[in-house]
């Protein structure tokens, strides 16, 4: 077990690190002591008189490694320090291997606490296989009955599996500003589909929006979605709420600290990474990186907001906001090129699926809109490598476009003068369904808004050109940092400053901004066509009260010739 300090970045774990040591089922028991319980996997023994604090395992959650068919991470937090922490994996062998946990820890840089997560790595697993394993420490006051789950690695070449997403879950605890009772509609959502995984495209629980409660926020999200994440991988991306005042440059450190995800070969893990499961490559980008919005950590004023003096940060001034727009200094889009470039060359992938929280293509009128720092950073690697779909949250709602290739330039109108202005228009390769029922991206990207994890705020109202009724969007062109508004102390920033007719947007769900999409990959056969079926479904009613009623509202079909046709 190493221990990091809490100005480290998390950090990939590195064989040594995991201190994997496999033992038969009977030298494992033997070495437990004498009582074991009922559960094969129970550590037997008492915690001594002298074991300290309450490094009780919670908010367990599982995340693939690079190669999701042999590696996933079993990631959780403690009240308080754990001692010898690990994980107990039966393997099919008969045998069960102890696998210890590397701890990161972070000190809330408002209030702060100080945040225990363990991370342990389990490799050199079976593809498609499952495995059943505990959770422990020496003090885990439920020592004698861990916390057990069980999950199931990836498959391995051209194979059939499902994966689900959305984004802007929150927590269920009402209290929390953004939070609803929905969410946890939301998660149970995701255990009736039952995914290999669930891909949660950002804004997880809304920390930075309570500034002086930030950990506990993380904790009602993370007790939320243990009853699915223990049992299948989440993998998420950033959102501008995961961006929070005191916790590192970028604000990210409570996001970093709690996740293991693949590596990225960058200074910056954690933050954006791909892998791969059957001919699907996945890629989950970080777009605080490239947007020209300004929607993270943000403080409106009149009074300023004091950090904990045991923090020894100083008062966080009003008008202040953490602006991180071109963090990487372009190392993200390197990676992204060099990614898709790779993957060009790759026959075993056939398909390319990007997620990412904020919104290249979106008409919603009460939301952000779309931002032109996506269009015009990301959208020409897309078309030029052949993305197929792009997965979003942000906007609290449901849009599907067009298949998009290319912009049209100089078509966009200033919001408040109506001068034109450039807002890369993307350009819908087609504007109706297909005769043959399904979408070949290989001419398009389609570009999905799902939004509707579980937020309070759901916002499935759709932006509408006065003049003929088409579809409008809003456009973020340009920087939209805080200045003095009318209230003296009180600073305001603005939304989106252009408008542009959405001639990309296909369909937007008007009864309600909460959904779920499901996505099924077909391998078809060899020198055939390979498709994707993506259905969404809505909780209609969900916007005036909760509901767990997921009901299908838009399907599609993606196909396309296979890559060894
Ligand atoms: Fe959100
Ligand atoms: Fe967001």
């Not at 408002?110 to 389990?122: E, I, R």
């Not at 015009?376 to 298949?403: A, I, N, Q």
């Not at 819908?428 to 509707?452: N, Q, R």
């Amino acid at each position: 077990m190493t221990q990091s300090s809490t100005a480290d970045r998390p950090q990939p774990l590195n064989d040594a690190e995991q201190d994997t040591a496999s033992v038969s089922r009977r030298e494992f028991f033997k070495g437990a002591g004498a009582a074991a319980a009922a559960s094969p996997l129970t550590l037997a023994g008492e915690a001594t008189a002298a074991t300290p604090a309450n490094g009780t395992p919670e908010q367990i959650h599982l995340t693939f490694g690079d190669d999701p068919s042999t590696t996933v991470f079993v990631s959780w937090v403690s009240p308080s320090q754990a001692v010898h922490p690990r994980v107990l994996l039966e393997r099919h062998s008969k045998t069960t291997s102890v696998i210890h946990a590397v701890q990161r820890t972070y000190t809330d840089g408002m209030n702060g606490q100080t945040v225990f997560t363990y991370h342990a790595k389990l490799d050199a697993l079976e593809a498609r296989t499952s495995y059943h394993y505990s959770v422990t420490a020496d003090n885990d006051q439920n020592r004698r009955t861990p916390f057990t789950a069980t999950f199931q690695t990836a498959p391995r070449g051209r194979t059939a599996f499902r994966w689900t997403s959305y984004g802007d879950l929150s927590t269920p605890v009402t209290s929390w500003v953004l939070s609803s009772p929905q969410s946890r509609h939301a998660v149970d959502a995701v255990e009736r589909f039952e995914p290999l995984f669930h891909l949660m495209n950002g804004d997880l629980c809304y920390a930075n929006l309570n500034p002086t409660a930030q950990p506990a926020v993380w904790a009602d999200f993370g007790h939320n979605v243990q009853r699915s994440a223990a049992h299948r991988p989440w993998m998420p991306c950033p959102g501008n709420h995961e961006i929070e005042f005191g916790n590192g440059a970028q604000g990210l450190n409570s996001y970093l600290t709690r996740y293991s995800l693949p590596d990225n070969g960058t200074r910056f893990a954690g933050c954006w990474y791909r892998f791969k499961v059957g001919s699907v490559l996945f890629i989950s980008l970080a777009a605080d990186d490239v947007i020209y919005q300004d929607s993270g950590a943000f403080l409106a004023g009149p009074e300023p907001l004091t950090p904990a003096p045991s923090t020894g940060n100083a008062p966080i001034k009003p008008g202040t906001s953490v602006y991180i727009r071109g963090y990487s200094g372009g190392e993200q889009t390197r990676w992204l090129e060099h990614t898709l470039a790779q993957a060009q060359q790759d026959t075993s992938i056939d398909w390319i699926v990007v997620q990412m929280h904020q919104d290249a293509l979106s008409s919603s009128k009460d939301g952000n809109g779309s931002d032109k720092g996506i269009r015009e950073t990301w959208l020409p690697l897309f078309d030029r490598y052949g993305v197929d779909l792009v997965l979003c949250g942000h906007d609290h709602d449901y849009e599907r476009s067009w298949p998009v290739r290319g912009c049209n330039h100089g078509v966009g109108r200033d919001a408040k003068s109506a001068a034109a202005v450039d807002t890369c228009q993307p350009q819908p390769v087609l504007t109706a369904d297909p005769p043959e029922g399904h979408f070949d991206t290989t001419h398009g990207t389609i570009h999905l808004i799902i939004g509707g994890g579980g937020t309070s705020s759901p916002l499935d109202k759709y932006g509408v050109n006065p003049q003929n009724g088409a579809p409008q969007a809003k456009v973020i062109t340009k920087a939209n940092r805080p200045f003095p508004g009318p209230t003296p102390g009180v600073f305001i920033k603005l939304g989106a400053d252009a408008v542009e007719d959405a001639i990309w947007s296909a369909r937007r769900d008007t009864v309600t901004g909460y959904g779920i999409a499901v996505f099924d990959v077909d391998p078809g056969s060899e020198g055939g066509k390979t498709s994707i079926t993506m259905r969404y479904y809505h909780a209609a009613g969900a916007d005036r009260s909760p509901s767990a009623n997921y009901e299908l509202f838009d399907t599609v079909v993606l196909a396309k010739n296979r890559r060894d046709a």
